[in-house]
């Protein structure tokens, strides 16, 4: 498996962390009901198929990535920064 | 047919024509008192225990594909009953004991065989954390003995002792641990479960489950409708798809676990070994082949094949720990799908739909636990109460924070 990092090139899967679904962006307020924590920190769509990932390239540019892949088959669709997307930074 | 020394004997002397199939291939009924859902080890006990133990015979258990051919054939068949937390402590002691009289009550040779697991320590952390671990074995009525270096040395020669990276200091020794034939208890409790009535449907894939007014009717499946008032989800590294039929989310992530097995050898290895420095465990299949397995490849697939860093992984742990092995050519490697909860222990519980259940989040440890699975979703079926063994395996343990994390590694489900 290689990941096209998007300011360092495709590089081998050793050089990435995977950290867990893309719901990890999506942080609750402090103060929001514990279900939003929940689903935050547990509960997960867990698809077949398509799904969209963080990744942390840790032995290249230390960026923080969603991957977007096909958990079935290993097929990488898509990388981008989280520091690139709408809203910026993570 | 009941098997015995007898029966083999007499079938050897007719040329073995009298042997029949172990069971019946049914069409699916309207209706039934109860479904599972899945026709793997944890399935298959679920409805064998729901016959013997609560005298429900009219279910079926409905498999998408062949009987045991998800990870029931697909793991390392370690038995093993080493945990520390309440919780999982009880469960486990009382998985081992229903395998211990597994081959008797099912009439049914699984090739349980009890040579002992050794896992090593090595740092004097490790080993006080070690023989604690023991220390709550032992309380909780199962067998545990530290080993100092010598003491390991005597049992297991062939370990690099002497290496400065990872020196050996010792072993929790588990002389009730062992391994089993993976697909002989699948067979063995589909047999069991079919000469009690239960009707196993194969080539049967659940495409939807009905629930009218919060309560379940039935599912729909690719042989048609079929109803039921209690439905069990026993189906592993698919759980997530499947609960989702029934609206709902599970805390699972699906991981994909290597394994791999060697040509046949002499006997060398005779017991379980696990290294403690690295994710690597090695046992001796009675064909020869060692089979050893290590870590997720830690990103969520449904591949059933893991790629190449987890291989090279593997490889250089084992080859860290018995040098000795690596001139043995590996045979196969393959992968399952692990549903991976966020503490790494299971869930065998209601669901917020009556008359649904599920028993799922078996991580990397389910082959062991297939007979008190199977024990404890029967009775939670049969009754609607927990089975006080498995009364802390709650869906919503997550939200209230009664966790059972016996690594300590937090939320994430892919590092337990």
Redesign the interface.
């Known amino acids: 498996m290689r990941i096209n990092c998007p300011l360092c090139g495709t590089r081998d899967r050793r050089e990435f962390y995977y950290y867990g679904a893309e719901d990890y962006l999506d942080r609750p307020a402090p103060e929001a009901p514990a279900q939003a924590w929940d689903d935050y920190l547990h509960n997960r769509d867990n698809p077949a198929g398509v799904t969209r990932d963080l990744w942390y390239h840790d032995l290249g540019c230390s960026s923080w990535l969603v991957v977007t892949r096909n958990t079935v088959t290993h097929e990488i669709l898509a990388v981008e920064a989280v520091a690139d997307r709408k809203g910026g930074a993570a | 047919m009941r098997y015995s020394g007898l029966q083999v004997i007499k079938e050897g002397l007719f040329g073995n024509k009298g042997w029949k199939p172990a069971w019946r291939d049914p069409a699916p009924k309207a209706e039934y008192d109860a479904i599972i859902i899945g026709g793997g080890g944890h399935g298959l006990s679920t409805a064998y225990y729901l016959a013997k133990n609560h005298g429900m015979t009219n279910i079926a258990v409905l498999e998408k594909g062949y009987l045991g051919s998800g990870n029931i054939g697909r793991n390392t068949t370690i038995v093993r009953a080493n945990y520390f937390l309440p919780g999982n402590s009880e469960f486990y002691s009382h998985s081992l004991k229903l395998w211990e009289g597994l081959e008797l009550d099912l009439n049914y040779n699984v090739m349980h065989s009890q040579r002992g697991l050794i896992n090593l320590f090595h740092s004097d952390g490790q080993r006080d954390a070690f023989a604690r671990r023991g220390n709550m074995m032992i309380n909780q009525g199962d067998d545990a003995i530290l080993l100092d270096r010598e003491g390991v040395r005597e049992m297991l020669p062939f370990l690099d002792f002497e290496q400065t990276r990872f020196p050996i200091y010792g072993g929790l020794y588990h002389p009730r641990g062992g391994t089993a034939r993976h697909d002989a208890v699948a067979w063995g409790y589909a047999r069991g479960a079919d000469r009690r009535g239960v009707d196993l449907i194969q080539n049967c894939e659940v495409t939807g489950i009905d629930v009218e007014g919060g309560r379940v009717t039935g599912v729909q499946t690719t042989r048609g409708a079929i109803k039921a008032k209690k439905v069990g989800i026993v189906v592993a590294g698919?759980s997530?798809?499947v609960a989702a039929m029934a609206g709902m989310?599970?805390?699972?992530?699906?991981h994909i676990l290597q394994a791999f097995v060697t040509e046949g050898l002499k006997p060398v290895i005779d017991h379980v070994i696990s290294f403690g420095m690295g994710h690597f465990y090695i046992s001796q299949s009675d064909k020869g082949g060692l089979v050893f397995g290590g870590d997720l490849d830690?990103?969520?697939?449904?591949?059933s094949r893991g790629?190449l860093?987890m291989v090279e992984h593997v490889m250089e742990a084992g080859m860290t720990l018995m040098p000795m092995i690596g001139r043995a050519k590996v045979l196969r490697s393959w992968g399952g799908i692990m549903d991976m909860s966020?503490d790494g222990s299971p869930i065998i519980d209601r669901t917020p739909v009556d008359g649904l259940f599920i028993d799922c989040g078996w991580n990397y440890g389910g082959f062991k636990a297939v007979p008190a699975s199977g024990w404890c979703m029967a009775h939670l079926m049969a009754t609607g109460e927990s089975h006080p063994v498995a009364a802390r395996f709650k869906l919503n343990r997550?939200?209230t924070g009664h966790v059972i994390d016996e690594e300590g590694t937090g939320?994430?489900?892919?590092l337990h």
């Open positions: 698919r997530s798809q989310r599970l805390p699972i992530e699906s830690f990103y969520a697939s449904y591949a790629n860093p966020p997550f939200a939320s994430q489900h892919n």
